[in-house]
């Protein structure tokens, strides 16, 4: 009888330990407790943050991964893509994000990538000497598409406390946008899946969307990224209904200008703070564009396609609290990252992003984007 009653007491006092043991849950982490699920946990005051986006273009490694296309990134490919330039392309991306971090103070609290292979790429990336210190974190998921590149998200966890995490299909059911696409080719069609992070950020909720929308090599491909924009909508819509006051910031390579319809429209995209309703989002890359700013020439043309925008509460948020900062001449609410070395110096291409590869020969460059942040902040 007394080992019986010392057995009961020893699997009473365990109980709570093994309850914390179980299976995982179909989320990134652990479910929050019911605090956080309202974003009621304690707000870290006079706090800034940096978010933003970064398109690598074509960051992969030298090794084929089944069923992707990509033999022209092997040492025997098209690029002859050996270690030595993985490296240099590696130490290259990792010279930008540390650059941006002298140049804020601050390293980025999340940051979403595109272009990148698989999550090794990634590791290898956070692992680089230069950015090691921030000790990034991953969020990634393999996804459809046929060269296998894929977007992601880089946080750093002693900041932003990630909660959930899903990988959205790109689906043609329930559009209301027309594509003049047989029901053979769209069975067909591969893109980037969309990536959705929710988490606590300073002690409020926030989610960030990353996306990498259909190009524009694609033959009536602007109702194929009007799509992907009508899909990250319905996705914000749910998330403002789930977790009212919710923050929520999309970011990504649209392959469109925030004017295009794909963000001004479907994704409710307005250029002034006064016209963001409740169910809006402000996109501040609007003004910038107009002034003639650019963070991706194509055919010659200034264009922004890394767009960043954000939903009403956090362009109109209470005092105290998370918004959206003013950081370009205390006029614009987003930053394009083009310092000199960035920059091509010389010849036909003066003036745009020093790329990895240029007319089809190695030059060591960055990337064909120029990457662009937000700064979010509780200072008054």
């Not at 272009?115 to 790429?121: A, Q, S, T």
């Not at 002693?158 to 995490?165: A, G, K």
């Not at 403002?240 to 649209?254: A, D, H, L, R, T």
Request: charge should be negative; hydrophobic fraction near 40%; proline fraction near 5%.
């Amino acid at each position: 009888m007394k080992k019986y009653l010392y057995n009961l007491i020893l699997l009473l006092a365990v109980l709570p330990f093994l309850n914390g043991c179980g299976a995982a849950r179909s989320v990134y982490a652990p479910e929050e407790n019911m605090s956080a699920r309202m974003g009621s946990a304690p707000v870290q005051t006079g706090k800034s943050y940096v978010i933003g986006f970064y398109n690598l273009e074509n960051l992969f490694d030298t090794v084929h991964d089944d069923g992707k296309n990509d033999y022209e990134y092997l040492p025997d490919g098209a690029n002859q893509w050996t270690e030595t330039k993985y490296q240099k392309k590696l130490s290259n991306m990792a010279q930008v994000i540390a650059a941006m971090k002298q140049d804020n103070g601050a390293w980025h609290t999340v940051l979403g990538v595109s272009e990148i292979e698989n999550r090794h790429v990634l590791e290898d990336l956070v692992s680089m000497p230069e950015i090691a210190d921030a000790n990034f974190q991953i969020v990634h998921y393999d996804g459809p598409d046929r060269r296998g590149v894929d977007v992601a998200l880089l946080y750093r966890p002693s900041v932003f406390r990630v909660l959930e995490s899903k990988s959205i299909p790109f689906t043609f059911e329930d559009s209301e946008v027309q594509f003049e696409m047989t029901p053979e080719e769209q069975a067909d069609f591969r893109t980037r899946d969309i990536l959705m992070v929710r988490g606590l950020l300073g002690g409020e909720m926030f989610a960030f969307l990353v996306a990498h929308l259909p190009s524009r090599l694609i033959a009536n491909s602007g109702a194929l990224r009007s799509r992907g924009g009508q899909m990250m909508y319905e996705e914000c819509v749910h998330l403002m209904q789930e977790y009212p006051g919710i923050k929520i910031v999309v970011m990504g390579n649209m392959n469109d200008n925030p004017t295009d319809d794909s963000m001004a429209v479907w994704m409710h995209g307005r250029e002034k703070i006064e016209d963001v309703g409740a169910m809006d989002f402000f996109s501040p890359f609007v003004s910038m564009l107009k002034a003639g700013y650019s963070s991706y020439y194509y055919r010659g043309e200034n264009n922004i396609y890394d767009v960043i925008v954000v939903n009403e509460p956090l362009v109109n948020a209470p005092k105290g609290t998370l918004k959206i900062r003013p950081i370009v001449k205390k006029k614009y609410y987003g930053r394009i990252f083009n310092p000199p070395f960035m920059v091509q110096q010389e010849g036909q291409y003066a003036g745009q992003p020093l790329r990895t590869f240029s007319n089809g020969a190695f030059v060591g460059g960055y990337s064909d984007h120029f990457p662009t942040y937000i700064v979010v902040s509780n200072k008054e």
